[in-house]
């Protein structure tokens, strides 16, 4: 009796397999869509990040009706559960089965270190709206990818710069996640801050699982100038409260990476916010009619706040319109979308002007931002503006690139 | 028994047979469902066989593909140190954490196997020097073989997980049908009678560790050169859970259960995922209902000889 019904269940397991692997398989056709491939991490814990890109990429393409170029787009959206091997196993899907002319998405630096090669051997034209991994447009680039983004370092270098000349700041403890992120955002400002007379006195690294800062905070040398924090997501929540229950807001100034006090987080966050200095590409409070058209019309349809993931996805998104635009539609011809990809230059963008530099990662504004509070509601109120940052700053390129890659221990710190 | 061998013999061929005419993607799906079949096949023997519920099987497999992964990027090792380095670091690794794991059972011994998967987890993430951290190592490339054809397409490397796979299902095979394996399943049923036989219980629980851990290091290889992509969410305690719900969800004790289990989870995972966005309460379904109606598993419950439930505690 168990005999046959094994053989039932092989013989259906087979079955089910070749009818699903069978699937919907589409043939390449010249006057089909333009198809876009999105890896989002939809599921997990970076999901609520993942519903923004979303809902940025969507924003952009049916504001222009879903066509370019006398051609209809077509977004295939796929889940990345936050994890880089099934990022990459939907890369493949994309690539392979869907057939897609461009690639774009990914948040986790891992996601971007591995899709790299993919991109290259498959020839496939890929974006990167937010992973920011220095080394991606730095030591490592790749031929087939450009990065609509931006790179870690690139807001901290000129936030150094502004620290030293319009504040009294000049020893600074820094406080961050200990992953590359974290490092390549303190080294990003420590460099231009040591060049440039400042100190950082000592560096504290906490474990991405922390649930509680306190020990941490109690570790931070009184007698510094200001604290320099690195958070994402919960984290950046729990940090802010903690930092002010600790009794350290009144005594040592707020400075930090963008992310700690970027829009996803922000209207989740109370008055402890107020006053924390940060620098990033983008703020929601950016006062430009483009920006406040975008704000308005993802407010109607994700009923939020732009952040800068869904900025950063829906700018992404029309950097590759634009390329689809300058090709004239012929997305097969991969060697010249790739080619118009690199040279898009956009003028209007929510986040400012953008070109893109010869590794493949865009020029654009950097902001410094204090968090406010307007009409009963914490903003990351613009107070600096540099234009046209580069992701080497002021330094010279190639000897940028001859030094290694920001990380937990460097740059060294001298005055620990 | 031996119909059973046959019937699965003839799915591997049947697979084997219908792969050139599948696309590239599918193909690498049932190569990826082909490497976690022997990750499910190896925590079996622990789980299914020797009756030792471990939380930390990740730690092998993710051994096994980290050594891989730093001799193949960072030295240009060839393809047979790759190999032998990995086995050999998953040996090790479980030789030691069997040490301090062994001598525990049920509950105890699920806590011990998950504090030391954690560890290696730490390791992995911690020892940038070693392991880039956080960001993972990437770029292995395809192992470069004598053969005609390169590993770096799709087909052939299926065809060469596909033999490596059939490689570990006849080995297992052959162990758990060999006395050393008859005496495994009387430890599973009852560890003070086989003792008072006169088995060596420690020595006989300490080799099916060791045992474990290099087959789950074998998958590992497989996963460092399938992906070219090694990271800390390969040792990580979702990838062990995952293993642990393969074996459950196929039959532990069966073998070739855990292997349907985990071709299934691949499959839904990657299917159902296409087709709706709320993909995780279809798995989770599954998982329940697999609990409620075939607590046994799939394979487990569709056979008539099937030994009596374990005890609840395992």
Redesign the interface.
């Known amino acids: 009796?168990?005999?046959r019904?094994?053989?039932i269940?092989?013989a259906g397991?087979?079955l089910a397999?070749?009818a699903?692997?069978g699937?919907p398989?589409s043939a390449p056709a010249q006057s089909g869509p333009v198809k876009i491939g999105l890896l989002v991490p939809?599921?997990g814990a970076f999901a609520a990040i993942g519903k923004d890109m979303l809902n940025g990429t969507e924003l952009y393409l049916d504001e222009i009706g879903r066509q370019v170029a006398g051609r209809k787009i077509e977004l295939i959206v796929?889940?990345t559960e936050g994890?880089?091997?099934?990022a990459?196993?939907?890369a493949?899907?994309l690539v392979?089965?869907d057939k897609i002319h461009v690639l774009t998405g990914g948040l986790l630096?891992?996601t971007g270190?591995?899709l790299?090669?993919f991109a290259d051997a498959q020839r496939i034209p890929t974006t990167y709206p937010v992973m920011a991994?220095d080394d991606l447009t730095q030591r490592k680039p790749a031929k087939w990818v450009v990065r609509t983004g931006w790179s870690t370092s690139q807001p901290m270098h000129p936030f150094a710069e502004w620290v030293i000349k319009n504040t009294r700041f000049r020893k600074v403890v820094t406080i961050g996640m200990?992953?590359?992120f974290g490092w390549e955002t303190v080294g990003g400002f420590q460099r231009p801050l040591e060049e440039q007379g400042g100190q950082i006195v000592q560096k504290i690294w906490t474990p991405?699982n922390t649930n509680d800062f306190a020990p941490f905070l109690a570790q931070v040398k009184r007698d510094a100038d200001a604290v320099l924090a690195l958070f994402v997501g919960r984290l950046a929540l729990q940090f802010m409260k903690q930092y002010d229950e600790a009794g350290l807001r009144a005594r040592l100034p707020l400075l930090g990476g963008g992310t700690t006090t970027d829009e996803s987080v922000l209207p989740q966050m109370g008055d402890e916010a107020i006053g924390a200095i940060t620098a990033l590409h983008y703020s929601a409070a950016v006062d430009t009619p483009q920006n406040q058209k975008f704000a308005k019309a993802f407010a109607a349809k994700a009923g939020k706040i732009t952040s800068y993931y869904s900025e950063a996805c829906y700018t992404g998104a029309r950097w590759v319109v634009e390329a689809v635009k300058a090709v004239g539609g012929k997305v097969e011809d991969r060697e010249a979308l790739l080619a118009a990809l690199r040279k898009v230059d956009i003028k209007d963008a929510p986040r400012g002007p953008i070109s893109v530099d010869r590794w493949g990662n865009p020029v654009q504004n950097i902001y410094v931002r204090k968090v406010e509070k307007v009409g009963g509601k914490l903003q990351n109120t613009v107070v600096a503006t540099f234009p046209a940052v580069s992701q080497f700053w002021k330094y010279n390129p190639e000897e940028y690139l001859k030094l290694p890659l920001y990380?937990?221990d460097y740059p060294s710190c001298k005055a620990c | 028994m031996a119909?059973?061998t046959v019937?699965?013999a003839?799915?591997l061929i049947?697979?084997g047979v219908?792969a050139p005419l599948?696309?590239?993607?599918?193909l690498?799906?049932?190569t990826?469902a082909l490497i976690s079949a022997i990750f499910a096949m190896s925590l079996d023997i622990l789980l299914g066989y020797t009756g030792l519920p471990s939380l930390g099987h990740a730690a092998y497999f993710g051994v096994a593909a980290y050594a891989v992964a730093i001799l193949a990027v960072d030295a240009r090792a060839g393809f047979v140190t790759c190999v032998v380095a990995g086995l050999v670091a998953a040996a090790g690794t479980a030789a030691l954490f069997g040490l301090l794991a062994i001598r525990a059972t049920g509950t105890y011994f699920l806590m011990i196997t998950l504090a030391l998967g954690m560890v290696v987890w730490g390791l992995a993430?911690?020892w940038?020097s070693m392991t880039k951290?956080?960001?993972?190592i990437?770029?292995i490339p395809r192992p470069e073989l004598a053969l005609p054809w390169s590993l770096g397409a799709p087909l052939p490397f299926f065809y060469f997980t596909l033999a490596a796979a059939a490689l570990a299902w006849l080995a297992l095979g052959l162990l758990v049908r060999s006395p050393f394996g008859m005496s495994l399943k009387g430890i599973r049923e009852s560890e003070s009678r086989m003792r008072s036989l006169g088995y060596n219980v420690w020595l006989h629980k300490y080799l099916s560790f060791i045992i474990a851990g290099v087959f789950a290091g074998f998958a590992g290889i497989l996963w460092a050169y399938y992906?070219?992509?090694v990271?800390p969410?390969?040792v990580q305690l979702v990838t062990s859970v995952e293993a642990l719900l393969m074996v459950a969800l196929g039959g532990s004790g069966t073998l070739v259960g855990p292997a349907?289990g985990a071709?299934?989870i691949v499959?839904l995972?990657?299917?159902v995922?296409?087709y709706t966005?709320r993909?995780?309460l279809i798995l989770g379904a599954v998982y329940i209902g697999v609990i409620l109606f075939a607590p046994r598993g799939?394979?487990g419950a569709?056979?008539?000889?099937a030994a009596p439930l374990p005890p609840a505690e395992g």
């Open positions: 009796m168990h005999h019904d094994l053989r269940i092989a397991t087979l397999f070749t699903a692997l699937g398989v939809l599921t796929e889940d994890n880089t091997a099934t990459l196993t939907k493949r899907k392979d089965q630096a891992s270190y591995v790299h090669p991994s200990d992953y590359a991405l990380t937990r | 119909r059973q019937l699965a003839g799915g049947a697979v219908i599948l696309p590239s993607y599918p690498t799906l049932l990826q993430f911690r940038v951290g956080d960001n993972g990437s770029g992906n070219g992509f990271s969410v390969d349907i071709a299934l499959f995972k990657n299917f995922s296409v966005k993909w995780l799939l394979v569709l056979r008539a000889d």
